[in-house]
């Protein structure tokens, strides 16, 4: 339940690899970099994130996540959720996973040296699931989230459909989802969508969305 606005980006170009020199691990997660340019002079770059990036990514999550959902789940709830997901020792962990799979994506976006924007995708669940993607709220529509999105797509294997869930209430989050190919596919009643992953008796209602890319040409 998410997400961002963007604008149109320029045609992403290959950008080479110049201050990373460790380990051949660490070169092939470098060497996946997409760039492109948001103003004069500033270079977007999407990449693989590592697991320096947590404290970047908390401090986007714990500002942007109850941003967008303390109106959807209550602040209360939206805390409970940013104290479990987004310490650094969580988002080391959750790093380390996608890095390890083969079927999942952690990518965070990097301007002038910080990460402005990050995605989390994977397939621990039933389906291949985008969990998350946030900007830094004062970077948005900027293209931020396009990058992101592309870049994820462009990673899937051929044919690879995912699915995310997206609060009804966020009618911004579903258009943004919808220029990147989703559809919606059904509503979601009650509040067991949002227990997923997270330590909690009972958690609010917040009718959702469930979305799927691709959308479907029959």
Avoid: W
Avoid at 70 to 94: K, M
Avoid at 129 to 136: F, G, K, N, T
Avoid at 209 to 214: E, L
Wanted: glycine fraction near 6%; include cysteine.
């Amino acid at each position: 339940m998410t997400r961002t606005n963007s604008h149109e980006a320029q045609q992403p170009q290959a950008d080479s690899l110049r201050r990373h020199s460790g380990t051949l691990a660490q070169a092939r997660l470098y060497s996946r970099r997409k760039t492109l340019m948001t103003k004069p002079g500033a270079t977007l770059v999407v990449r693989t994130a590592v697991i320096a990036d947590a404290p970047s990514v908390a401090a986007i999550g714990r500002v942007a996540f109850p941003a967008v959902h303390n109106d959807v789940v209550g602040p209360e709830f939206a805390a409970v959720v940013v104290e479990q997901t987004y310490s650094i020792e969580a988002l080391r962990e959750c790093i380390t996973r996608c890095t390890a799979a083969i079927d999942a994506e952690f990518l965070v976006a990097e301007q002038d040296g910080d990460v402005i924007g990050y995605l989390h995708y994977d397939s621990e669940g039933p389906e291949p699931e985008l969990h998350r993607i946030y900007v830094d709220p004062g970077r948005k529509r900027g293209g931020v989230g396009s990058a992101l999105m592309r870049e994820l797509h462009a990673r899937l294997p051929p044919g690879r459909q995912y699915v995310l869930f997206v609060a009804e209430a966020n009618t911004d989050a579903q258009a943004f989802y919808q220029r990147h190919g989703l559809v919606v596919e059904r509503k979601v009643e009650g509040s067991s969508h949002l227990a997923i992953g997270i330590k909690v008796d009972v958690p609010p209602p917040a009718p959702a969305f469930v979305m799927r890319y691709p959308a479907s040409t029959t």
